[in-house]
T-cell receptor
Framework: LAKTTQPISMDSYEGQEVNITCSHNNIATNDYITWYQQFPSQGPRFIIQGYKTKVTNEVASLFIPADRKSSTLSLPRVSLSDTAVYYCLVGDGPGTYKYIFGTGTRLKVLA | GAGVSQSPSNKVTEKGKDVELRCDPISGHTALYWYRQRLGQGLEFLIYFQGNSAPDKSGLPSDRFSAERTGESVSTLTIQRTQQEDSAVYLC??????????????FGPGTRLLVL
C-alpha cells in the first residue's frame, strides 16, 4: 500500500517559511502527489499537486526529488490563518483508486 | 458554481438506529469518494464510485455500512444499527477523472454523526 508519513505537528511564527515533508516510499509510477489543507470543522481543501521536480502556485510550492519517494510542501511567509492540518495524498498503486491520506501535520502559527 | 454539498450537516441518533447520509457531488464529476474522520484523527477512506462501474467497497469497516450512487449524481451512505464507535465526521468528495493519479478531490463540509 502506498502509505505516507508526515510529522505529527509543527510550530512556526508569522512571516516565516514553513516546510513540511512527506515520505511515500511506495509511490507508483503514475501517482501524483497532492497536498490538502483542513481547518477545524471543514472538509479538506486542495493546495497543490505535482508529479516531479517543482511546482509553484499562488499559495505554496511543492518540491519533489528525482526518486519521488518524498515531497516537501513549502508555505512562504505564513500567517495565523495558515494554522491548520496539512495532508499529503498519493494514490494506492497503478490502476487502483484508493487514495490514502497521510496522518496529517498539525501546523500552528504563532504571533 | 456549487461545490459538493452534504446533508444533514449534523445528525444525532440513538445506538441501534439506522442513518442515511447524502452527498451531492459537483455536476459533471464522475468520481465520488466517502471518507470517515474520527475526532482528532486523519481521513479514513471508505468507498469510491466511478461512473457506472461497480464501486470499490473494500474500505467499508463492516457490513453495517453501505453506499449507493445513481449514475454520476447523488450518493447515499447508510449505516445500519449504529454503534457509538460510528460517531465521526463523514466526508464526501468528488473529482473529474479517476485512475490517472492527478485528480483533484473537492470535499464537502461533512456530516457530523453522533451516536448516543
Amino acid at each position: 500500500l502506498a502509505k505516507t508519513t508526515q510529522p505529527i505537528s509543527m510550530d512556526s511564527y508569522e512571516g516565516q517559511e514553513v516546510n513540511i515533508t512527506c515520505s511515500h516510499n511506495n509511490i507508483a509510477t503514475n501517482d501524483y502527489i497532492t497536498w490538502y489543507q483542513q481547518f477545524p470543522s471543514q472538509g479538506p481543501r486542495f493546495i497543490i499537486q505535482g508529479y516531479k521536480t517543482k511546482v509553484t502556485n499562488e499559495v505554496a510550492s511543492l518540491f519533489i526529488p528525482a526518486d519521488r519517494k518524498s515531497s516537501t510542501l513549502s508555505l512562504p511567509r505564513v500567517s495565523l490563518s495558515d494554522t491548520a492540518v496539512y495532508y499529503c495524498l498519493v494514490g494506492d498503486g497503478p490502476g487502483t483508486y484508493k487514495y490514502i491520506f497521510g496522518t496529517g501535520t498539525r501546523l500552528k502559527v504563532l504571533a | 458554481g456549487a461545490g459538493v454539498s452534504q446533508s444533514p450537516s449534523n445528525k444525532v441518533t440513538e445506538k441501534g438506529k439506522d442513518v442515511e447520509l447524502r452527498c451531492d457531488p459537483i455536476s459533471g464529476h464522475t468520481a465520488l469518494y466517502w471518507y470517515r474522520q474520527r475526532l482528532g484523527q486523519g481521513l479514513e477512506f471508505l468507498i469510491y464510485f466511478q461512473g457506472n462501474s461497480a464501486p470499490d467497497k473494500s474500505g467499508l469497516p463492516s457490513d453495517r455500512f453501505s453506499a449507493e450512487r445513481t449514475g454520476e449524481s447523488v450518493s447515499t451512505l447508510t449505516i445500519q444499527r449504529t454503534q457509538q464507535e460510528d460517531s465521526a465526521v463523514y466526508l464526501c468528495a468528488s473529482s473529474l477523472v479517476v485512475g490517472t493519479g492527478e485528480e483533484t478531490q473537492y470535499f464537502g463540509p461533512g456530516t457530523r454523526l453522533l451516536v448516543l
